[in-house]
């Protein structure tokens, strides 16, 4: 199946899409989340009585040869629907996941600097800062050890999400991979897990950092996620 035999309505969606992934590529680059040709971003698109499809980045090419007109259209096996060029070697993997997060509408896979170092001890992010509390819900867990090439790493990112708040996980020996209501969240999500992979790593240095209530890390991400921001009800 092509992306030409489905509605008008789809195809639109995958245009608007296509550009929205294709604009949150340059931001990778942007917050020095990735070199050369490393990471992806993708971006579920719904399909009303019909499986859905997603957009990602095609294989191999460089941030700044990426255009909308460049991003790939693959179905929830991972299969090419529209595009020219193999999509992301990590395809199986953010199938994967949507197949198996139905709320999940973004996937992005960086190999962060500092997030990276966590990931190849294998050791979680402790809770630490008032920042994790508000982003993650906790400690940023480890996943397993997966390879390249089949839906290992989505496996392993779905089991190990599944069981907690956190928006990222740190597969091990490989990086960190983030999920989102859309693309934009699992950027944010991504930009965030390096800055404080990058904090907890410096105030190791000095000394061992003082963890957080339990208590006060539930309540922290009650009111970020509920309250922070826009999402607060007008008041009166």
């Known amino acids: 199946m092509t992306l030409d035999d489905y509605p008008s309505a789809v195809r639109d969606a995958v245009a608007t899409t296509r550009e929205v992934v294709a604009r949150l590529h340059a931001e990778l680059p942007r917050w020095g989340l990735v070199v050369w040709t490393a990471g992806n971003v993708s971006q579920r698109v719904p399909v009303d009585g019909g499986d859905d499809l997603f957009v990602i980045k095609p294989s191999g090419v460089t941030y700044d040869e990426l255009t909308p007109e460049s991003m790939v259209v693959c179905d929830l096996d991972g299969t090419l629907v529209d595009g020219t060029r193999s999509p992301s070697s990590d395809t199986a993997a953010h199938a994967y996941v949507y197949r198996h997060m139905p709320e999940v509408g973004g996937v992005v896979h960086t ?21 994790m509390a508000d982003e993650f819900g906790g400690d940023i867990p480890i996943g397993p050890f997966a390879l390249i090439g089949d839906d290992s790493i989505g496996r392993g990112i779905v089991e190990t999400l599944r069981e907690s708040r956190s928006p990222a996980v740190l597969m091990r020996n490989h ?23 990058r904090t907890v790593h410096i105030s190791r240095q000095l000394g061992d950092p003082l ?10 991400y009650a009111r970020y996620q509920n309250v922070y921001g826009q999402n607060q009800e007008p008041t009166r």
Do not use: N
């Open 111 to 131: 190999h962060s600097t500092y997030a990276t170092a966590w990931a190849a001890r294998a050791e979680p992010v402790p809770c630490v800062l008032t920042m």
């Open 175 to 197: 990086g960190p991979f983030t999920i989102g209501r859309d693309a934009k969240a699992a950027v944010k999500a991504a930009v965030m897990v390096e800055e404080v992979a």
């Open 211 to 220: 963890p957080i209530d339990p208590a006060h890390i539930d309540s922290l």
